[in-house]
């Protein structure tokens, strides 16, 4: 196994709660999914800060930025049941990382973490 890359992000949580009364850019962000977990958790704010900061981290991993290549909405930052984070890629988003990485097959691994005013995502993509 060799890693790809590594990206980081961190988001204050306090940016993506004003992003969250543009119902419009949410859906342009978030999966049906991702915004219904997300709305039946207390911390809604943090919940979708997060995820965002997800999608941005894998974005530098991968070493392309948003664009292109990738659509924030067709990256799904979901959890196994035991609660751990994982990256699933969707649609052309999926094809184009493939295509990218010259393989079907890599491994993202997700670390995820919130307190008080920032969340923060780290993000390993290996092949």
Same mark, same amino acid.
């Given at each position: 196994? =060799?890693?790809?890359?590594?990206?980081? &992000?961190? /988001? @204050? !949580? +306090? =940016?993506?709660? @004003? !992003?969250?009364?543009?119902?419009? /850019?949410?859906?342009?962000?978030?999966?049906?999914? +991702?915004?219904?977990?997300? $709305?039946?958790? =207390?911390?809604?704010?943090?919940?979708?800060?997060?995820?965002?900061?997800?999608? +941005? *981290?894998?974005?530098?991993? $991968?070493?392309?930025? $948003?664009? %292109?290549?990738?659509?924030?909405?067709?990256? $799904? !930052?979901?959890? +196994?049941?035991?609660?751990?984070?994982?990256?699933?890629?969707?649609? %052309?988003?999926?094809?184009?990382?493939?295509?990218?990485?010259?393989?079907?097959?890599?491994?993202?691994?997700?670390?995820?973490?919130?307190?008080? &005013?920032? *969340?923060? *995502?780290?993000?390993?993509?290996?092949?």
């Amino acid at each position: 196994m =060799r890693i790809y890359g590594t990206g980081v &992000d961190i /988001v @204050k !949580i +306090e =940016r993506i709660s @004003k !992003i969250l009364k543009k119902k419009l /850019v949410i859906k342009k962000l978030f999966s049906e999914n +991702e915004i219904s977990k997300c $709305l039946k958790i =207390r911390n809604k704010s943090a919940c979708f800060a997060k995820k965002f900061a997800a999608k +941005e *981290a894998f974005s530098k991993a $991968l070493g392309t930025g $948003l664009g %292109k290549v990738i659509n924030f909405k067709e990256i $799904l !930052i979901l959890n +196994e049941k035991n609660g751990k984070p994982y990256i699933k890629l969707i649609n %052309k988003t999926k094809k184009n990382v493939e295509k990218k990485l010259n393989k079907k097959s890599f491994k993202t691994f997700l670390s995820l973490s919130d307190e008080n &005013d920032y *969340a923060i *995502a780290f993000v390993t993509i290996t092949l």
